[in-house]
């Protein structure tokens, strides 16, 4: 129902988002039994070597750690190539495959961060077969004005 227009041309991007309008009677808040289960309401800022999971539609749940903040990347698209600043890049590679745009990435809780077990982190939307990209999350729930429906 609404979208963030993507600049091209050397201008810079913060978000690749769009938000659908639908009805709580078709959709659900956790994951498939496979997955993490529910993410928590409250979210968290990234941090670098933060163990992180997410659950997407071609890989199901996977986990890696945030290798980079700030990040500044090139996406390509079919109308040309877009710069977006200020990103969170994830490894290994295999954390994502084309398909998984738009997955919750979540802390996966262990040791100094069991505190912080599914909270939301970022929100994939680009990768490679070496690094996986998302937006932080505050970036993104604020392009919409809008919450994270979780425990």
């Known amino acids: 129902s609404e979208f963030v227009e993507i600049k091209f041309g050397g201008s810079d991007n913060y978000v690749d988002v769009a938000i659908a309008l639908s009805s709580t ?22 941090r670098i070597n933060q ?5 997407g539609r071609s890989t199901g749940l996977t986990k890696g750690q945030v290798y980079a903040l700030n990040a500044t990347v090139d996406v390509g698209y079919d109308s040309g190539v877009a710069r977006f600043v200020g990103q969170i890049v994830i490894t290994p590679g295999g954390f994502s ?10 802390v996966d809780g262990k040791g100094r961060d069991k505190a912080d077990d599914r909270k939301p ?31």
């Open 25 to 46: 009677e078709n959709l659900d808040n956790a994951t498939p039994s496979d997955g993490y289960g529910t993410p928590k309401s409250t979210t968290t800022t990234a």
């Open 51 to 55: 163990k992180v999971k997410k659950y």
């Open 121 to 151: 982190v970022g929100l994939l939307f680009a990768g490679s077969d070496l690094y996986t990209v998302a937006n932080p999350i505050g970036d993104v729930l604020s392009a919409f004005s809008v919450a994270i429906d979780g425990e």
């Open 97 to 106: 495959a084309p398909g998984d745009s738009g997955s919750l990435v979540v």
